[in-house]
Structure formats: structure tokens, C-alpha cells
């Protein structure tokens, strides 16, 4: 039995083998992906026609499909169905389904779409507005029913979707104020183009003139100054006053808003004067403005987005109001409630308020979890971050099993050619539904072949309290170690940070420029090598790793220096630049956590978070001992004058 066990391991890696380090046929693949970018159909017929053994052979033939797809010509059925059939459960199959379905949209053939939607796995948002609308197109009324009950959900929908809801708000299916509400939203996230459709689904009489929304949207203070007496007097009026104090808020201090708000506020109704205050305590927290949780005091119980909703506990975290962080987590719908940074500061809130057995309940329920709260509540109760003994041994049974998985091995194929988004697409597809063995098995095999991303990825998709060895994978220490010690850095945190910033992959490049392990941008580089003397600096030595991490832990260094020495600020500032990080400081010291939790970036803010977490973890696994995330976290002392 173990005999035979290991033979099917012996071949499985055997396949492997020849799929990761060439195939004769690898020239045919990369001469299919030009040709689809170039749209060549022809090329891709003749090269569709030289089957051979290789495990990319289907992509070639979808790319043909979808090329064929694309086009006005007829769809061929035919052909579409028969690939579909060979192996229905791939992510191919997945993706030719979804082409299929745009081209039956295009085609305006609903009930064609609804035969190939039944067998979609995982629609996207488009596809699924999609959906109700061929529906509805076919006279299925209950569809209304559905989007009508979701209709607060569906704010930020898909454009697809327009369709269903343009026949709910002109079938008088929803009313004004609903409308009304959804133009609100569009205008707080700056879906302006959606905003205006809103509108023209209100009756002919109740839409404001475009050319006022426009004026109120472009130049807000200007067109509040110049508000006509009877403003008030008609509900466009009013809500144009109120898109223009939205926008000023946002565009300048939120103070000039709430100076003008308070010339007009007796000409607006209850509900209405509560949403503007609802909106510059929202905007005054993004601003660190003391006078934010007064604002959303005054703002009582009006409806709030699920953001507004949270910079209302900020707001009152920033000032360490705890009975408002109390009142305003318990506020929350019971799903806002349940996620692990209002377990926390739930508990931090009515500790603070003398009730330390519920503030320990609280914190056991996510105490011991690897991420910023669980690590904090854990420590709330005493204890510290230690790295787990060990990790859950792979059998050989599992190793076969991932070796020989197709969709992992397509994967590897795409991966040795470059073709990295599909190589990505394939893993991801490989994983679902998988067992835990399976998913170990999978993330070594990624590590195995330096896949560092898939390996970090994969491991994440397994119990969340084991596996660290792949969770937190240390990838080029030889490179790392010498630079880190040379700059006096801790070497947990330059992991931490490196984790976040790119999962170890060399190549890695983000939309905005940043490149490499520690994706460090082209000017960034530049200024650092002017600064540590590196001479004949050009952008392309980003991508060589020695250059890229004596660059990026050297620009640690000049930030830490110049950020208090304080790796809170310092990780702030190497994701949203050192003087972004200075002006987010108070007026007073401020708990590093406190500060973590109010940066006004979300991207930044989750950053933080990930990279301290990170840091500890790293630092219990590399140095074995237990690690305090608070220590770490620290305090942020006030914002100097010159920085107010």
C-alpha cells in the first residue's frame, strides 16, 4: 500500500516536473496570447489546428472562442458547446460561460441567457444584473419583488442593473424619498453619473435642472453664497443644497460647510438637518476635527451608510469618548457588530467604563485569531503572541493529490511562461472546495517553486491558527539580513512590511508605479539613492531584489528618523508618505492603536494594521519568544506647531 503510494507520488511529481521546466510547445502558447492580443483570428485557427500534449492546449482554443464571441458573426453554438462539455468544471469553461452570457446580452437573447446562467458557478456583479434583467425581460414580475426588498443594498449596483431598477421607480414601485435617498449615496461616493440617472427616474416635476446639479457638484460654495430666498420652497431645492454642502465638506475643511449649513438650517426639515450633520461628522472624522462627534451627536438616529457609521465610532475613538464608542458600535447592524474591530473596541469602551467581565467576554471571542484585534484582545487578557509549536504534517496522499491537480498544474504552466494573471486565475479556481490537506499540500508546492504569493495565499485558506510557516514565510533572508542589521532595523517589521507590500514576488509591480519586493517607486528611489550615495541610479534597478531592498530598508530608515523612530508613523508614511503621517497625529499623545484606527486611508489604515500584526508575528517566529502588539503600537506623541 505504501509502496504503491509513493509510485503515484513519483509521477505526479514526474508530470510536474516536465510541466514546470518547459515544454516544447511553450512557443505555440505565447504565439496564441499575442495573436488574441492582436485579435488575429487566423493565426489562432492555424495554431488551434497543431494540438499537441501540452497542458495549455485549452487555452488556445478559448482564446479562439472568445475571439469568435467577440465578434458580430454568429455565435458557434456548436463549437462553444462542445468545449464546454470537455471539462465543464475548469476555470475555462467558468470564463467562456461568462463571454457567452455578454454575447447573449448583446444579442438580446434572454432565454439563451438564462440557459447558460444556471450552470455559472461564481457570476460577477454585472452578470448577476444580468440576470434580472433577462428576467424581467421575460415577464418574471417576482424579480421586482426581490430588487424592490434590496433596493437599499443595491445603491452602488452595477449600470446592468439599471434596467430593473428604472422599471421599480417608474412603475411608482418606490417612492420619492427612496429615490431621493439613492441620489444622496450616489453624491457621497462621487457616482455622479449615476446620480444624474437617479433623477430622471423622478416624475417630470420633481427633477431639478441639471445645469444646478452640475453647478452644485463643480463649484459648492459658490452656488450656496448665491442660494436663491426660495430655495426651500420645493424638494430639488433643497437636496441641491444639500449635494453642494456635501460636496464643500468634502472638497475644503468641513468647517466652511458647517458655516454655511448654519445660515440655511432653519429653511430644512428635521430629517434633513440630521443628514448634514451626519455628513460633517463623517468628513470633520476624515479630518481629525474635535468637533466631529458633536456633529454626529446632533445627527441622532438619521440613516447612515455603512461608512458614516463606522467614522462615527472613530470619531468618538479619537477623542476617547467611550459611553459614544459604547452607543455607537451598539448602534451598528448586528453584521457591522460582529466584525473583530468592533469586538475589540466594544470591550476597550465598557472596560473603560468599569464593566471588565463583559469587556473579557468580548475579548475572548476573537483572542488568539493572527490579525491586529485578535492579537490585541489577547493581550487584553494577559496574553502575549507566541508562534504556534509546530505545523500539521502533509501525507503523502496529499502531495499526490495537488501534484497531479490539473488546474494546478495549468497553473505552473502559465506561471514558468509569465503569463501571471492567468497563472493566478487558475490557482485560485484549483482551491475551492478543497480540504485542509489538500490546501497545505497546494501552499508547499507553491513554495516549492518560489510562488511566494501562492504559498502565503493558499496557507491563509487553512486554520487560521496553524501553518505559520507558510503564512509568514521568510524568502531571500540571506539578501534581507545583512541590510536590515547594517540599518539598525528590526527585521520582524521589514518582513512585515515586505509581506504586505508585494508577498515576496521580485517582479512585483503595482498600478501606480511601486516596483519590486519592497515596491518602492521610481522618484523614491531616485531621492534615497541621492541620499545613501548610490551612484548611476535609473528606475530599472527597482527590479533587481539587492537594489530594490537597499533602496526600501533604506527609505525605513529615513522615514523612521524623521517620524519619531516610531514604526506606527514610519508604516504610515511608507505607504501614504511621511508627511501625510505627521499631519495625522493630534494635539494631544494619542494611543497607537487609536491612531491606526482613525488614518482617513482606508488603504493605509488596513496597511498598518497588517504590517504591525505582521511584525509580531514575524518577531515570535525569528527571535522564539512572546511579542507584545501593544508595545509596538505605542504612543504617538502630539503634532508639533509646525505641523497643525
Known amino acids: 500500500m505504501i509502496k504503491g503510494l509513493w509510485a503515484g507520488v513519483a509521477l505526479a511529481l514526474a508530470t510536474l516536473s516536465a510541466v514546470v521546466h518547459g515544454d516544447p510547445g511553450d512557443e505555440r502558447i505565447l504565439a496564441a496570447r499575442e495573436a488574441l492580443r492582436t485579435g488575429d483570428r487566423g493565426a489562432l485557427e492555424q495554431l488551434d489546428a497543431q494540438r499537441a500534449s501540452h497542458p495549455l492546449d485549452p487555452y488556445i482554443r478559448y482564446w479562439l472562442l472568445s475571439n469568435k464571441l467577440a465578434r458580430p458573426d454568429p455565435a458557434p453554438i456548436i463549437e462553444l458547446t462542445e468545449f464546454l462539455l470537455q471539462d465543464p468544471d475548469s476555470l475555462l469553461a467558468e470564463r467562456l460561460r461568462a463571454d457567452w452570457l455578454r454575447r447573449t446580452v448583446r444579442d438580446e437573447d434572454w432565454s439563451g441567457f438564462l440557459r447558460l446562467y444556471a450552470d455559472l458557478r461564481e457570476p460577477d456583479a454585472e452578470l448577476r444584473c444580468h440576470y434580472r434583467t433577462?428576467?424581467?425581460?421575460?415577464?418574471?414580475?417576482?424579480?421586482?419583488?426581490?430588487?424592490?426588498?434590496?433596493?437599499?443594498?443595491?445603491?452602488?449596483?452595477?449600470?446592468?442593473?439599471?434596467?430593473?431598477?428604472?422599471?421599480?421607480?417608474?412603475?411608482?414601485?418606490?417612492?420619492?424619498?427612496?429615490?431621493?435617498?439613492?441620489?444622496?449615496?450616489?453624491?457621497?461616493?462621487?457616482?455622479?453619473?449615476?446620480?444624474?440617472?437617479?433623477?430622471?427616474?423622478?416624475?417630470?416635476?420633481?427633477?431639478?435642472?441639471?445645469?444646478?446639479?452640475?453647478?452644485?457638484?463643480?463649484?459648492?460654495?459658490?452656488?450656496?453664497?448665491?442660494?436663491?430666498?426660495?430655495?426651500?420652497?420645493?424638494?430639488?431645492?433643497?437636496?441641491?443644497?444639500?449635494?453642494?454642502?456635501?460636496?464643500?465638506?468634502?472638497?475644503?475643511?468641513?468647517?466652511?460647510?458647517?458655516?454655511?449649513?448654519q445660515r440655511i438650517s432653519d429653511r430644512l426639515d428635521h430629517e434633513e438637518r440630521a443628514y448634514v450633520h451626519a455628513i460633517l461628522g463623517h468628513y470633520g472624522a476624515l479630518a481629525r476635527l474635535p468637533q466631529a462627534s458633536e456633529w454626529y451627536r446632533a445627527a441622532g438616529d438619521v440613516a447612515m451608510s455603512s461608512e458614516q457609521r463606522a467614522w462615527r465610532v472613530r470619531a468618538a475613538l479619537r477623542v476617547e469618548d467611550w459611553h459614544m464608542v459604547e452607543s455607537s458600535i451598539e448602534a451598528l447592524p448586528a453584521t457591522e457588530q460582529a466584525r473583530p474591530e468592533w469586538i475589540y473596541w466594544l470591550g476597550r469602551a465598557r472596560a473603560a467604563l468599569g464593566r471588565a467581565d463583559e469587556?473579557?467576554?468580548?475579548?475572548?471571542?476573537?483572542?488568539?485569531?493572527?490579525?491586529?484585534?485578535?492579537?490585541?484582545?489577547?493581550?487584553?487578557?494577559?496574553?502575549?503572541?507566541?508562534?504556534?509549536?509546530?505545523?500539521?504534517?502533509?501525507?503523502?496522499?496529499?502531495?499526490?493529490?495537488?501534484?497531479?491537480?490539473?488546474?494546478?498544474?495549468?497553473?505552473?504552466?502559465?506561471?514558468?511562461?509569465?503569463?501571471?494573471?492567468?497563472?493566478?486565475?487558475?490557482?485560485?479556481?484549483?482551491?475551492?472546495?478543497?480540504?485542509?490537506?489538500?490546501?497545505?499540500?497546494?501552499?508547499?508546492?507553491?513554495?516549492?517553486?518560489?510562488?511566494?504569493?501562492?504559498?502565503?495565499?493558499?496557507?491563509?485558506?487553512?486554520?487560521?491558527?496553524?501553518?505559520?510557516?507558510?503564512?509568514?514565510?521568510?524568502?531571500?533572508?540571506?539578501?534581507?539580513?545583512?541590510?536590515?542589521?547594517?540599518?539598525?532595523?528590526?527585521?520582524?517589521?521589514?518582513?512585515?512590511?515586505?509581506?504586505?507590500?508585494?508577498?515576496?514576488?521580485?517582479?512585483?509591480?503595482?498600478?501606480?508605479?511601486?516596483?519590486?519586493?519592497?515596491?518602492?517607486?521610481?522618484?523614491?528611489?531616485?531621492?534615497?539613492?541621492?541620499?545613501?550615495?548610490?551612484p548611476g541610479y535609473h528606475a530599472s534597478m527597482l527590479t533587481d531584489p539587492n537594489t530594490n531592498v537597499l533602496l526600501g530598508t533604506s527609505y525605513m530608515r529615513l522615514i523612521l528618523d524623521g517620524l519619531d523612530n516610531h514604526p506606527v508613523l514610519a508604516s504610515a508614511g511608507y505607504n501614504a508618505g511621511p508627511s501625510r503621517a505627521r499631519r495625522w497625529r493630534d494635539q494631544r499623545s494619542l494611543e497607537g492603536a487609536i491612531y491606526a484606527e482613525t488614518i482617513p486611508f482606508d488603504e493605509t489604515r488596513d496597511y498598518v494594521k497588517k504590517v504591525m500584526s505582521n511584525a509580531v508575528i514575524y518577531a515570535a517566529m525569528l527571535e522564539g519568544r512572546p511579542q507584545s502588539l501593544k508595545q509596538r503600537l505605542g504612543t504617538i506623541a502630539p503634532r508639533p506647531a509646525e505641523d497643525q
Not at 157 to 172: D, N, Q
Not at 407 to 430: H, I, K, M, P
Not at 490 to 498: R, T
Not at 508 to 521: D, H, I, K
Open 359 to 534: 469587556a473579557a467576554a468580548l475579548y475572548r471571542r476573537i483572542a488568539g485569531e493572527p490579525h491586529f484585534y485578535g492579537l490585541l484582545a489577547a493581550e487584553e487578557g494577559g496574553e502575549l503572541f507566541s508562534a504556534p509549536p509546530g505545523n500539521g504534517a502533509v501525507t503523502a496522499n496529499d502531495t499526490a493529490r495537488a501534484a497531479a491537480d490539473p488546474g494546478l498544474q495549468r497553473a505552473l504552466a502559465l506561471y514558468r511562461l509569465d503569463l501571471r494573471t492567468e497563472a493566478a486565475r487558475e490557482w485560485n479556481w484549483a482551491l475551492r472546495g478543497q480540504d485542509e490537506g489538500f490546501l497545505v499540500a497546494a501552499a508547499r508546492l507553491a513554495l516549492n517553486h518560489e510562488l511566494f504569493d501562492r504559498a502565503i495565499n493558499t496557507a491563509e485558506r487553512t486554520d487560521a491558527r496553524a501553518n505559520f510557516d507558510l503564512r509568514y514565510i521568510t524568502p531571500y533572508r540571506p539578501l534581507i539580513e545583512p541590510q536590515v542589521r547594517e540599518r539598525g532595523l528590526d527585521i520582524g517589521w521589514v518582513y512585515g512590511l515586505m509581506r504586505q507590500e508585494s508577498r515576496f514576488i521580485a517582479p512585483a509591480r503595482s498600478s501606480s508605479g511601486a516596483q519590486g519586493l519592497m515596491q518602492v517607486m521610481p522618484a523614491t528611489g531616485k531621492w534615497v539613492a541621492g541620499k545613501i550615495g548610490l
Open 134 to 261: 433577462a428576467r424581467l425581460n421575460l415577464g418574471d414580475t417576482a424579480v421586482l419583488a426581490e430588487t424592490r426588498a434590496q433596493w437599499m443594498e443595491l445603491t452602488d449596483s452595477h449600470g446592468a442593473c439599471e434596467p430593473v431598477l428604472r422599471a421599480l421607480a417608474t412603475g411608482g414601485a418606490v417612492g420619492a424619498d427612496e429615490l431621493w435617498w439613492r441620489f444622496r449615496r450616489q453624491i457621497e461616493t462621487r457616482s455622479f453619473a449615476a446620480a444624474r440617472s437617479t433623477l430622471a427616474w423622478l416624475p417630470a416635476r420633481e427633477m431639478p435642472r441639471l445645469a444646478s446639479l452640475d453647478h452644485a457638484v463643480k463649484s459648492p460654495e459658490a452656488y450656496l453664497d448665491r442660494l436663491p430666498a426660495n430655495f426651500a420652497a420645493t424638494r430639488p431645492g433643497r437636496e441641491l443644497a444639500l449635494t453642494a454642502l456635501v460636496n464643500l465638506a468634502r472638497q475644503d475643511d468641513p468647517r466652511a460647510a458647517q458655516v454655511r449649513f
